[in-house]
């Protein structure tokens, strides 16, 4: 018999020998409540995702009524279903990307390493089989599955697994001459470049002004596919209905997640444009040998239509720009005092840079211990991405937090 005191759960991206976890056991809002009562106000949205809130029963009651027709079945040819259909048009519609298909499966991992085969794939059946090289950034982060694992530009997080995917290349984050020049010499094996439009986990970076413009350019000029990584962006964060939108660029792909039902269910998906889905159509006897369980899960996908309808109906995204204003004056009122190294951010994203003298996971400590949660990023990042239903006052609170947090 053991005699472990560690949890069988064995938790993500934490240290397995850590002993106890804090218990979420309740949300309302902006707001969470643990096991031991402890009232905290939520600035991360969980993990990038809950731009609604929590709480939600119109969801929940989404969910429990499709469970009660039929919880899921099969996507796989021949059967569909209705929520899935639905949420695939909408999604399609609500899109940048003209006569969009879209792919779904059950989290942003997924999606990735979907976008990383189609790519690949499009280019062999567009008579191009030596394409297959795919580009990202440093900083940029993709997921966990081996795909993405391999397109990572967070260096620790590929570290450790063994042979990863071949054929993955990173260039410097906003370094526009160094993906030309690799483009220029071997643009003829490029199949397609990855990027974030604002990287998040890396520590929240937006892109250096006209850069996502100027990879557009250089993978027409070049025959590569452009995919952006929406998985936190994607929905509202910026105030679009995605990043695209707000840099003003066509994709080829889009990958998605997080936001599209604010994790009440797990959905992932691909937006997918006439440069991929051409190829994928030109032969009506092709299979497309890729898909998941839970491809178009329809208590998931009822999940994502009622959430939209959250969205829309409280006109949710015009509230993000305001509210990440207020926030990023608060915070940038720290940094003038020199509380601080500096902020970073864009729509309703952020985060703050800590001088050398501060450290990352005691600012998370001191602010959990305040009421606030906030994600810690290295030794010298927090980083901010509230509910887009979080109040005025309780973004003053989150700010008051950090200046709290921050002192000597």
């Not at 526009?176 to 520590?203: T, W």
């Not at 444009?273 to 006897?285: I, R, T, Y």
């Amino acid at each position: 018999m053991s005699t472990s005191t560690t949890p069988r759960f064995l938790h993500p991206f934490a240290a397995p020998a850590r002993p106890a976890f804090v218990e979420v056991v309740r949300g309302a809002g902006a707001l969470l409540w643990t096991a031991d009562g402890h009232e905290l106000i939520d600035a991360m949205a969980s993990l990038w995702y809950c731009n609604v809130g929590h709480g939600r029963g119109e969801i929940a009651d989404a969910v429990a009524a499709q469970m009660r027709s039929i919880e899921a079945y099969s996507c796989f040819e021949p059967f569909t279903n209705a929520p899935a259909d639905a949420l695939a048009e909408r999604v399609a519609a609500l899109s940048p990307v003209p006569d969009a298909r879209v792919f779904l499966c059950g989290s942003g991992s997924e999606s990735i390493d979907t976008a990383i085969k189609l790519a690949r794939l499009a280019q062999r059946l567009s008579g191009h089989p030596d394409r297959t090289v795919v580009v990202s950034r440093e900083r940029g982060y993709h997921g966990t599955n081996l795909g993405g694992t391999s397109a990572q530009g967070i260096a620790p997080n590929r570290e450790g697994w063994g042979p990863l995917v071949p054929e993955m290349v990173q260039v410097p984050s906003d370094d526009i001459e160094a993906l030309s020049v690799l483009m220029s010499e071997h643009g003829d094996r490029i199949a397609a470049v990855i990027s974030e439009p604002v990287q998040g986990a890396g520590g929240v970076f937006p892109p250096a002004d006209g850069y996502l413009q100027e990879v557009r350019a250089l993978c027409d000029r070049h025959g590569a596919l452009m995919v952006l990584d929406e998985v936190i962006t994607g929905f509202g964060r910026l105030g679009r209905w995605f990043a695209a939108e707000h840099y003003g660029v066509v994709p080829d792909m889009i990958t998605f997640a997080k936001a599209v039902t604010s994790g009440y269910q797990q959905v992932g998906g691909v937006v997918i444009g006439q440069a991929v889905v051409g190829p994928l159509e030109s032969d009506p006897a092709y299979l497309l040998r890729h898909g998941y369980t839970y491809s178009g899960h329809a208590s998931s996908c009822a999940a994502g239509l009622a959430n939209l309808d959250i969205l829309e109906r409280e006109e949710l995204l015009d509230r993000a720009v305001p509210m990440g204003r207020r926030l990023a004056d608060g915070l940038e009122a720290i940094a003038a005092d020199g509380g601080i190294a500096g902020v970073r951010g864009v729509g309703a994203v952020w985060a703050i840079a800590l001088r050398p003298d501060q450290n990352a996971v005691a600012v998370r400590d001191r602010m959990f211990a305040d009421g606030v949660i906030t994600r810690a990023i290295g030794a010298d990042t927090c980083t901010f991405c509230p509910p887009l239903v979080t109040t005025d006052a309780q973004i003053d609170r989150i700010v008051d937090s950090v200046a709290g947090a921050v002192a000597p």
